[in-house]
Antibody, heavy 120, light 106 residues
Framework: EVRLVESGGGLVQTGGSLRLSCTAS????????MNWVRQAPGKGLEWVSI???????DYADSVRGRFTISRDNSANSLFLQMNRLKVDDAAVYYC??????????????WGLGTRVTLSS | SYELTQPPSVSVSPGQTASITCSGD??????ICWYQQRPGQSPVLVIY???LRPSGIPERFSASNSGTTATLTISGTQAVDEAEYFC?????????FGGGTKLTVL
């Protein structure tokens, strides 16, 4: 079965750190472009970061310099290291896959998400 | 930065046609995707590359993109289609989502 399963969310203080994980089944993460997309409570979707099949990465301006996306091919997993967390980072974080023709392919597979809650 | 604008809400009667718009500067020059998100669930891709349906998406979902507006059309809308719908495109290696449209099937 092709699926994505996120973990690692929880309650963290502002200024703190958290590492999210996403384990893939049914395909290899290093053959696709893998993303993190988040959704604040009652809000819309916000793209966070991408790691390309070749290993290059890109970030939304709102997280650049604080978040780091990475992957472990042997574990077939994707990660998001989140540092210097802010109140605005509170959200459900989804792992999402897109095809290599990313401008047209869309995010065709999503996980169930993991919730990050911030406390001051 | 690039922005996509959607109406916050659209209402439709069962069996009728629902149209959800997404507008952006020269949007017709970009590819658009559409996602359905039911309450408490993850988003699901319903349209990619402006007008193509992934496997498993009903034929009643169609879409177009031209000029400054993309439109998602649901023909013969069913109660199960009640959800939030998001449009999405890419701009300079950044994925951009519209704010979402809540479709209510009355």
């Amino acid at each position: 079965e092709v699926r994505l399963v996120e973990s690692g969310g929880g309650l963290v203080q502002t200024g703190g750190s958290l590492r999210l994980s996403c384990t893939a089944s049914g395909f290899n993460v290093d053959t696709k472009f893998m993303n993190w997309v988040r959704q604040a409570p009652g809000k819309g979707l916000e793209w966070v970061s991408i790691i390309y099949s070749g290993g290059a990465t890109d970030y939304a301006d709102s997280v650049r310099g604080r978040f780091t996306i990475s992957r472990d091919n042997s574990a077939n997993s994707l990660f998001l290291q989140m540092n210097r967390l802010k109140v605005d980072d509170a959200a459900v974080y989804y792992c999402a896959r897109c095809g290599k023709q990313m401008d047209r392919a869309g995010f065709d597979l999503w996980g169930l998400g993991t919730r990050v809650t911030l406390s001051s | 930065s690039y922005e996509l604008t959607q109406p916050p809400s659209v209402s439709v009667s069962p069996g009728q046609t629902a149209s959800i718009t997404c507008s952006g500067d020269k949007l017709g020059n970009k590819y658009i995707c559409w996602y359905q998100q039911r309450p408490g669930q993850s988003p699901v891709l319903v349209i990619y590359q402006d007008s193509l349906r992934p496997s498993g998406i009903p034929e009643r979902f169609s879409a177009s993109n031209s000029g400054t507006t993309a439109t998602l059309t649901i023909s013969g809308t069913q109660a199960v289609d009640e959800a939030e719908y998001f449009c999405q495109t890419w701009d300079i290696k950044t994925a951009i989502f519209g704010g979402g449209t809540k479709l209510t099937v009355l």
